[in-house]
């Protein structure tokens, strides 16, 4: 880990409230390049109002985010398309685009809006179709899809967008155990050989220690703790924010930190 | 543009301008294709007719059939259109151009110009019937827009009760007016039903200043109404203030339903039917789809002005005809739908 190169985001006394309830305050955070974060706390903690101010779809009521050393909210949804790409959680669409049709919308931001999409545009299409391993749905309408194919779609779209900063919002949380993990390793592959970084909302505590470079804990609102996953996610962590009491074993060569649930 | 979809509009296009030949043919007074094209050809170059063509033809055609027609493909370009957008905001393949009351708005409008006469004030009738009905939609677009304002993203339910709610109270308006109008409550009632008797070159300049621009800034935002299918928060990280983009659209696809409610009275089913049909035929990507239910709702509202006009004894109230046809016709496709096929 490079700890002298630039920060990505650096979020200062972010607060941020929805219709006079106090959703995030007093956040302060500092990420930087070429890290996979996992946003855990259990739910109503705030990891999509987060994320959502993160991505620029919301607004800090108070408080400051720098993005690259500049202001967020300096930056326009263009520049910003181009430089972070979000996975959401939910996914309704409104009308039947086929799988082609939705992932080539991840390229829109780079191609000018009367142009035709150029040899790299639909280069990059196809990568993303073969890494989630949906070039087989290509002709297919997306309500034709079951959940798991839909959710694969919409990381394909996000792949091809092909930006510095992936954000997931529980982007595995209806796909079964293999796809998850598929994902997971694409992901965790984008940041290890790319540089790329990736904030993640992970509801799967085992998940997010065994993909994750550092945990960023969340509990009614405020930041609980942040730092590699080791340290940080500790039975007492546990307890503490979700109320469970767990056994966590440290990693080993072979297998990921683990966290047995006592339950009782 | 891929060359797939240049060619399907091409071929919509000349289609069009056929049924505009055709249609003003058809009437009374039969005048056959390739005479409608001589005296069009000699108008526009500014010269004399041929002496074998009958004198009478250039008057037909110039005064009396062609403002009409031009009137009826602008209006039925402009409501699917105006429907097709509305349903791309809405997220909604049922929402129409009058899904925000708008045709409520002008409906009331165009009922209050039409009992004044009886309140006492005088004006003249084909002047302040489209006036008070354009003034009418553009008021409740207002209505619906400061309701639904409080929703930061606008959603589409926000809007559809936002425009539930205006319409309804409307609706009681109009009936007031109704009972108010007494005797004269035909008059409301004719107009009501939409008809494009009597256009002139006038309502045709009016109808297109509105519908022709309204249309380049649709085709302008088409891209970003396809991201916006993904939802509000996808689309915001893909570049496009979908927000901004709806209240556009909104207003656009508004301001041209105004101005065809306004110049023809309430033509129901066009504005549904042709974006629906369209769809299923082409896909949902707008940037065809948009420019696609232009010549799709011409075509459709010409022909059905012109059965009307030229096949049928009597004329009936065009908004009768395409409500009576596209009724059933979508009861079809629903049904359709209800079994499982794809639509």
Known sequence: ?264 | MSPKSSLILLALSLFLVAAIILATGMGFLAIAPLEVIQVLWAKARGVGLTADLNPTFPFVIMEVRLPRILAAAIVGGGLAVAGAVFQAILLNPLADPYTLGVSSGAAFGASLALVLGILGITVPIFVSVPLFAFLGAMATLGAVFALAAPDGRLSSNTLILSGVIVAAILSAGIGFIKYLADEQVGVIIFWLMGSLVGKTWHDVALTASFVFPGLLVMLYFARDLNIMSLGGRTADTLGVDSRRVKKILLLCASLITAICVSISGIIGFVGLIVPHLLRMVLGPDNRLLIPACFFGGAILLLTADTITRAWLPTELPIGVLTSLIGGPFFCYIFRKKQLGQRV
């Open chain 1, 1 to 264: 880990m490079n700890t002298h190169a630039a920060p990505l985001f650096v979020v200062s006394k972010g607060c941020f409230a929805y219709r006079a309830v106090n959703v995030l305050q007093d956040i302060n955070l500092h990420l930087t390049p070429g890290q996979f974060y996992g946003l855990i706390g259990p739910n109503g903690s705030g990891k999509s109002t987060l994320l959502d101010l993160l991505t620029a779809t919301r607004s800090l009521q108070s408080g400051q985010i720098l993005f690259q050393e500049r202001p967020l909210d300096g930056f326009t949804k263009k520049e910003l398309a181009v430089r972070i790409a979000l996975v959401p959680q939910q996914f309704a669409m409104g009308f039947d685009f086929t799988v082609a049709d939705l992932v080539l919308m991840g390229r829109y931001p780079h191609i000018p809006r009367f142009s035709n999409p150029t040899v790299r545009d639909l280069d990059l299409v196809e990568e993303a179709m073969a890494v989630m391993q949906i070039q087989s749905l290509r002709h297919r309408l997306i309500s034709d899809l079951s959940g798991g194919e839909k959710q694969r779609v919409v990381v394909a779209r996000a792949l091809a967008q092909d930006t510095e900063v992936l954000v997931l919002d529980e982007a595995t949380a209806n796909l079964d155990i293999h796809h998850t993990i598929e994902i997971m390793h694409v992901i965790r592959k984008l940041v290890r050989d790319q540089g790329r970084t990736v904030i993640a909302a992970i509801h799967d505590l085992n998940l997010a220690a065994a993909f994750c470079d550092q945990v960023i804990v969340l509990k009614e609102g405020r930041i609980f703790n942040t730092g590699p996953v080791a340290e940080v996610l500790t039975s007492q962590l546990i307890a503490e924010v979700f109320q469970v009491e767990a056994e966590v074993q440290a990693a080993t060569t072979s297998l990921p930190q683990r966290i047995h649930y006592t339950l009782s």
